[in-house]
């Protein structure tokens, strides 16, 4: 089966793309087998399953030093000496380094510059870096650390989010990133009833499977070369820039093979830290982390607590929600100020709701920092809220999907925020798509506790359970979201060059496709990504398909007009009577050359930047916070062994709003990969913080799924073509996994009939039945006070701080 | 092919061990290093040296000796999943990963001495004996007592471990574990059971410091297996019996109860056997 | 040689090598930082996530896969290890359980592939047509974050399907 295999060909579980909108237009109509709608193979794939492929642990170079980072015991307390003499003094050893030799500004960050590479006097986090060494070797390197002599003296530790507020600030900048309050319609009106509850998620690690690594080097210029697995190189080179006071042009970033990052690599970790210490020594230094310093060093995604009161009519019609959202953002801002609107604004889900009132703060604490994951605010959200309407359902006798599909959105609904949804709205269509899906059939195959066989003898009770989740695509309230693209075409042969990360998701793919589709080329290269090309953004927000997909496909537009035109010109032709397909040029229908023989050694150049629309931020007139929406809908049956809380997730069904499928197997990756990563935050994932510091940095206690837990996934898709975007395209990385949260929590509730307002979800929590149901109270119906002023009333102004980056002229965060 | 360097010992008899291990008193003996070297990363332990068991032909392979399996301390966990001891088989199948049961020993995870480990309250229910060795010769221990708290043994320091002893089957056996996730945990709680001739003993793994058994958890499970108890009195029994940990994979309220419904399942399956 | 070091020879993918290292040190730290072999992964160098598998004979038995991050190097001495190199013929042809990995798009990120179609090959010597469930308690020793593993299943189904209809006469 070679890369032309029609969906079909993919075993039982395809992904079928049929237009179950009714606006909905059949992909790959016509395209060439290699081409947009064709499961083609990665071009990374040969490398890859040949153990080939180069990733960034894999970098090494001539005379390399290896560099190595000393990291704070103490979630909070003054340094109040350092002595690096004996450090310094080892043989092998190159460069011992703290904040004192930072030759540049000593604070980064991606959304506040509050961050000291390395700690400033004092340390806010445990794990945080406190010096970074360069020796001969590892063992050296090592022993560098622990000549190091440090004396703290511990402060005491913020560490309950609920007291932050209030508690003495950790931080020269206080101890809240943002404060979001707003309110639209009238946010008392009642229903008949209200239901109200608190939801808490724990902290998720992105646990990507490489862990960090970089080479950085001196460059003849005077500046500073990296090879590193990031998600935003561009990022990545103005944070060096600041640390070493090098200007843009002198610090030269690529990208190194990325194993996974889902978030997790937006923010610098070893990335200053290698080019200070290749500055310093004048030698290449390679960095590499360990896996538990990948937990201490990288960003987790917020644990939180939020509230929660929906109020509907005896028909489950929502009349009005009240939420309220705490979430714990660590030592330094990171995303933190832009995670938290994303989680406030979209506590109403993918329904209507013209009442309400919302607020939220992420706050500052002694607990490791966190910053973008997969997702980015949205499962706490769909989490809180999916579990409200389960409730409501509940409370009404209703079933689960009746009650959402009354309250689904439409397209024309104004959201919470003020923002129309003018774009295929398809919400209706996802629950519908998802209630058709076959159940499982036969016997299960796996029972609770897996190997363990814990479940024979006793009881396994089967749950079914729904949740529908709305996700915002791309960057946010102005944060500019844009990329570049440089393509050329010499004999048939395609180059695409963008500042686009490639970390796992097939972007690589994706833009073959287009440059196969759009120019008819035969073969297709993707340079490495470098910072010689404009920024592409982040490789996070599901965003890259929409922006450097869009980039690369009006590059290619572009270099195909050039050819056409000259090919008009040579056999005295209308350009606009020339069309390529499958490789080859046709004048009026009729072949006349093929792109690879059409111009022997002439090479047509473009370089193309695309940028979505202008958005703003929540309260502004323009009431366009967000470039755009995905929509998910989920079905998880789930066996639950309730004496000893053991679950089984047997299978998920999903339907999703993708627009249009680019590629139906790096789809179903996407989803199946997403689920299985929600599932884990529902069942299992918990980043254990005690007293500020995490207790199980590895992956023996921290557990991702494995292969017997992960379930059966059926998936099919709603394609209705997002407007502006080439062949209709639309972010689809992160609805599966906001989905999957709710929807396993869910079926486990359906199963065993608890309230499970937390996740994970202990076994003790089901065991014991741990936590609180949610209040329900029949209420005397109050119909909106008409004298309300229509719209968004924010109702404190939002942190100043927020816009700084922007102002700057800064990238924006995700 | 012998490798010795001063601080690696790679002997192919016991004895070449043992005289291994008096000339590097700060080397640790490595089996299959599934729990050494994870601990060394870790930094959960120190050594100078490593004196590694793994050429020593001796040490693998089961024989039946005497009534008696004799199972080589060196003997892959991976080749335990055949057992004939269906307690073993079970313990031994859902240890740690596919990957680490061919380096994984059963001397390796009895000296390891965690109350978590898998084989240990099967040997515990089964009854099994230690061969202990030195350069003075061979003793026999029971295993229950061998464990004197985490990490600690009786194993003395100029001692191998070089074979398990368990009493060739007969009756019912079986074991079971409770995590977080499906596969690949480290077991929140286990419980091993035998049963022979209608006398029910069995052993609990992370219900205490060190594997647990008590003779008032035997006697309960003995009367539920003839339907002279109810399985109210038998978890009963179990949570008075058993003092497991607090910690932050799980409560200790918790593990008392998932040990009362293990145990209770464990002699559900034993009457569903002799049925 | 100092005296925390050991020198022994070991073959990889048919290769010959000296070795020198720190007593302690892991067969993958060797492989990879010693001897520059880098086809088998660092996940977590504890065992867990398998992407260091490799096929290696130990002089302790049959050759089997193992997690290279596990074994103290030197337990190799005078053995043999067969790393992802080794599946797949030479001028880099893919091995059927390969490209099924590529065909199903069982490879994203692709950290944890050499690992898996290490332990899947393993598999299908054994066992031509696993169930899933087969497949499943067979790879459970590795770990993926990016896949969910349903394409990574498949792969496995469709190599053992493949491997099938070629044997069928
Ligand atoms: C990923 C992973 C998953 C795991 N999962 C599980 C699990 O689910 N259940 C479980 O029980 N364990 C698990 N373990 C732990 C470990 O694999 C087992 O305890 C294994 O049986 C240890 O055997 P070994 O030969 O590898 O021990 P080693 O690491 O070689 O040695 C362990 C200890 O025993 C000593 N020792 C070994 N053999 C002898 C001997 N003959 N005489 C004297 N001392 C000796 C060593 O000095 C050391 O102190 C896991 C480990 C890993 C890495
Ligand atoms: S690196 Fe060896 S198992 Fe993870
Ligand atoms: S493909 Fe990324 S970890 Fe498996």
Redesign the interface.
Known sequence: MNGGGAPSGIGGRTPSSSPLAGSGRASGRGQAHSGIGSSVRRPDGPAKVRGEFSYAGDLAAEGMLIGDTLRSPHPHARITRIDLTAARALPGVHAVLTADDVPGDLHVGLTLRDEPVLADRVVRYAGEPVAVVAAVDAATARRALRAIEVDYEPLPALTDPELARDADPVHPDGNVYRHVAYSCGDPDARGVVTVENTYRIGMQDPAFLAPEAGLAWPTPDGGVALDVATQWLHSDQRQIGWATGLPPEKVHLRLAGVGGAFGGREDVTLQVHACLLALATGRPVKVEYTREESFLAHRQRHPGSIWLRHSADADGRIVSVEGRVLLDGGAYASTSPVVITNTVTLLQGPYRVDNGRFEGWSVRTNNPSCGAMRGFGVPQAAFAHEAQLDALASALGLDPVEIRLRNALQRGDVATFGQRFDAPTPVREVIEGVARLPLPEGPARKAPGGVGRSAEGGTVRRGIGYAVSIKNLAFSEGHVDESTAEVSLCDGHATVHTACAEVGQGFVTVAEQVARTVLGASTVEVTQPDTLVASAGSTSASRQTMASGTAVHRACLAVRDRLLGRLARAHGLDAAELTIADGVVCAAGKPLTSVAAAAPGQTFRATEHFQHPDTFPLGSPEARMYVGFGFSAQRAVVDVDVELGLVTVVQIASCQDVGTVVNPTQLLGQIEGGIVQGMGLALMEEVVVIDGRITNPDLQDYLIPTIVDAPEIVSTYVTDPEPGMPHGWKGVGEPPLVTAVPVVAAAVRAATGLPLPAVPIRPEHIALGIGAPPTVTWTTPRPPDPSRPPGVVVDEEPDAALGTMAEEGAPPGP | ?L?A????A?PETVGEALTALADRPDAIV?A???E???D???RNRR????V?L??V?AL?GTTTVGGELVIGAGT?V?ALTGAPDAGLR?AA??L?????R??ATIGGNVVSALPYRNLLPTLLAGGATLELTSATGTRVVPFDGFVTAPGRTRLAEDELLTAVRLPVPTGFAD??????????????V?VAITCRDGAVRLAFGNAGPTPLRADAVDTAATALFAHRATAEDLRAAVAAAVDPPED????A??RR??LG??T???V??AQ?AAA | MTPDEVAFELTVDGVRHEVTARWSESLLTVLRDRLGVRGPKTGCAHGRCGACAVRADLGDGAPHVLCACLVPAATAAGGSVATIASIGGPDGELSDVQEAFLAEGAVQCGICTAGFVTAATELLETNPDPTRTEIEAALYGNLCRCTGYGRIVAAVEAAARTRRQQEAP
């Open positions: 092919m490798l360097a001063p601080c690696f790679l490595v299959g290093g599934t050494v070297m994870p060394l990363l870790w050594a100078a040296g490593f590694s793994r050429r032909g693998r892959p991976a079970a199948s859902s740690g990963t596919p990957l680490v061919t380096e074991y079971a574990k409770v995590g977080r996730r499906n596969a690949q945990f480290v077991a929140t286990s932050t994979i799980a409560s309220a918790y109860h998932a419904v293990l209770v399942r464990l559900t399956r569903g």
